[in-house]
């Protein structure tokens, strides 16, 4: 019952000092005798909270930025009717902001013996598991004078995986690779192919490629085309330490890099390339190895999804060890990391010649796009200021790209809305050049 339907019922009745609170009001109310025994037979016909029996149902993985249904099935056994205020309450990060009140709470009557299902959306702010906090239940007699309260704990968890935004371009890779790999021949040879077909000599090929048994069994000169070797070994290794829990632009540096890794996974693993993951700072935070292309791409989503940056500096000869571990033969070591000149220079270089001299590196680091925005400001003394800190900053990742470049290592430096598609582009001028 309505606070104004209250109020009326009070009236009629009158008053007399017999004291009773409400939680609802702002004090003690002098009510009568006969409204005390009116509520005290609204509270007697409410419906016991404790013995109603809940369950859950409903998506267990959502991806960041989509909304999920959780269902709640309220029954109630006994042998009242449950008029009742449900909180199915979760942690603050399955909301938007300003939304939990409205989609967490829920009225609902439920007849003796039947039972009701009730839907709660959530929309997550971050990725990782959301699990369900307590189920509290309000449940009113049939004056709404007074209500029982109780809890129920209903285990429930959400995964929330990376959105995955860089999908839109792998059709344009795929264009790509198609160009590259099996559907028309590559015309060289070098390492990192294999023999795909003969056909006549023309003009202008390597006169290396010539196939002189096959040649011998017919009138004209045969030749070898070679494609890009499929079967290949790429090791994606993500850095958690300190540098990448920086923001840049709406999202930490380490968000931006799994989402390049995983357009670069679906990439080559339609390429027919094996792909693992390793991601590690001072211990191993995940690791996913020898899945089918089929099933890669999602047990690196799940993988990812429940990654963090740790506050600690990487341990860059654990990671190196980690990674040779990994990758015992010949592979492509995607290295998604910073390039800050101190932990490179003090951590990475002096490691570097133990994954060159077996694997080919490639190093994708993420840039922050408001360095590039301050390099161009202009119109006051502050502005010049920040121009030229800026300037000394790029500066100092040009010089910090150049010292890999010299070990042999391909760099790859862009905006995190960049980061993907040049980390793709990076892998099929690899794969282009033979060197893969």
Known sequence: MAVTGRAALLAALGTLPVGIWDPGWTGVLAVNAPLAVACACDFALAAPVRRLRLSRSGDTSVRLGDTADVTLTVTNPSRR????????????SAWQPGTETAASRHRLTIPPGERRRLTTRLRPTRRGDRQADRVTIRSYGPLGLSARQGTHRVPWTVRVLPPFTSRKHLPAK????RELDGRTSVLTRGEGTEFDSLREYVPGDDTRSIDWRATARQSA??????????????????????????????????????????????????????VDLLAYDRRVRALVQGRTAGDVLSSLVGAMATLEPELVETDARGLTAAALRTAPRRSLIVLLTTLDAAPVEEGLLPVLPQLTKRHTVLLASVADPHIAQMAKARGSTEAVYEAAAAAQAQAERHRTAEQLRRHGVTVVDAVPDEI???LSDAYLALKAAGRL
Do not use: K, N
Request: net charge positive; aromatic share 2%.
């Open 81 to 92: 009717p449950l008029r009742a205020r449900l909180r199915d309450a979760w942690p603050p």
């Open 420 to 422: 993907a598609p040049a």
């Open 221 to 274: 000169v045969a030749v070898r085309t070679w494609r890009p070797e499929r079967d290949r070994h790429i090791l994606l290794v993500l850095d958690t330490g300190r540098t990448s829990a920086g923001r840049v632009g709406d999202v930490p540096r380490l968000d931006a890099a799994m989402d390049a890794a995983l357009l670069l996974a679906a990439l080559a693993s339609r390429a027919g390339d094996r």
């Open 174 to 177: 795929l264009a790509r690779l």
